[in-house]
RNA sequence: CCGCCCUUAGCUCAGACUGGUAGAGCAGUCGACUGUAGAUCGACUUGCCCCCCGUUCAAAUCGGGGAGGGCGGACCA
């Protein structure tokens, strides 16, 4: 690649929440082609939360990298059987398309990403028997802490739930993957498997954390939540009206999710392309208010200094947002068998 | 293998002893107030009370059986 490291380091890092560890990260982007991967448990629908790691991943690839795609079917059966175990062809299945999709969406090419499932190499003898290598010498405690932000909490945990920061660990070995990649919510697994891969004659990983985008309704984003998140399948008229009634207190970035999703999706999609983004404003306001491609900063400032009134961006941010997951639904409407087979109590026959 | 406990609204649970076809909080919906949303007021909605059989004029409630879940014992002592 023609690119330098400094170059190939920012485009590597940004939008990104945390990095362990920046000179480790130096030091492999210096050298050879690292790979890097990152895991989806095929559990619920994917979402707008998904997109931000979709649109680091063409990062990625512009960086050079090699990328993988982990659709992690057996941890989506074990964390608590959030899908269940008939179900899980079905959803990796509904799991790739859309995230070929998204990563096209987001600029990317999807030809160029590798896509694995999680039972193609899990089930492996070898992979099995440090499973129990691990087991034998993972506390309890250790495991549920690492797994504490990613697996769903209960009074009666599963076993599986423990031993899926094991799998996980293992994973990043069998996928030679140099770069571990995933949102900040993965941190205690990872921290976990840079603890224990050492340990099994492997290296550890770099590990690269995304932000965790805030819910519509204020706090994190939940999956019990309709109305906290937009789901890649909501047509304009929904994403609109999921906009419009979403916490945003003038003034305020915490926990804003419109402007988060302005910050980390809308603009760096805009970018990509060299597009303005354009407030449409009443006179009385103002007038309408144009954006430069990656001028996110100056809407934060005109938003905290309330030149920029939510309701004015509201209708804005739907608008954009939209255009960007446009051809996502597009393709997924498409293919309603997919949707049909991967969560037959919603889309079913 | 044995014993005990649990199963009621989307969620967490009361109600069961003393039968009279259900309640709270949260969530949700709708108004008011804000140039958005939230917050705050005001109003409203929500149910195969796990299933089957039985007793009874009447069963969420009592009796029997079943299913699912949880805890403990049993070996080590």
Known sequence: MSMNTADRFDLVTRHTTEVVTDEELGALLETETPSVYI?????????IGHFTTMRKLADFLRA????????????AHLDDEKSPFDLLDA????????????IAAAGGDPGQVKFVRGTEFELDPEYTLDIYRMAAETTLARSQRAASEVVRESDS??????????????????????????GIDQRGIYMLSRELLPEYG??????????LLSGLSGGKMSASDAG??????DDPDLVAEKIEQAYCPAGELEENGVLEYLEHLVFPVLAGREEEFVVERPEQYGGDLVYEPGGYEQLEADFLSGELHPADLKPAASAYISAVIDPVREQLTEQPELLAAAYPEKYGE
Do not use: W
Request: hydrophobic content about 45%.
């Open 39 to 47: 895991g989806y448990a095929p559990t619920g629908e994917m979402h």
């Open 64 to 75: 050079g990298l090699n990328v993988t795609v982990l659709i992690a079917d057996l941890h």
């Open 91 to 102: 959803r990796s299945a509904y799991y790739e398309e859309a995230v070929e999709a998204m």
């Open 157 to 182: 945990p599963n076993l599986g739930g423990l031993l899926y920061p094991l799998m996980q660990t293992l994973d990043v070995r069998a996928l030679e993957a140099d770069i571990a990649y995933g």
């Open 202 to 211: 492997s290296s550890a990983p770099v590990c690269l954390f995304a932000p």
């Open 228 to 233: 906290s998140k937009v789901n890649l399948t």
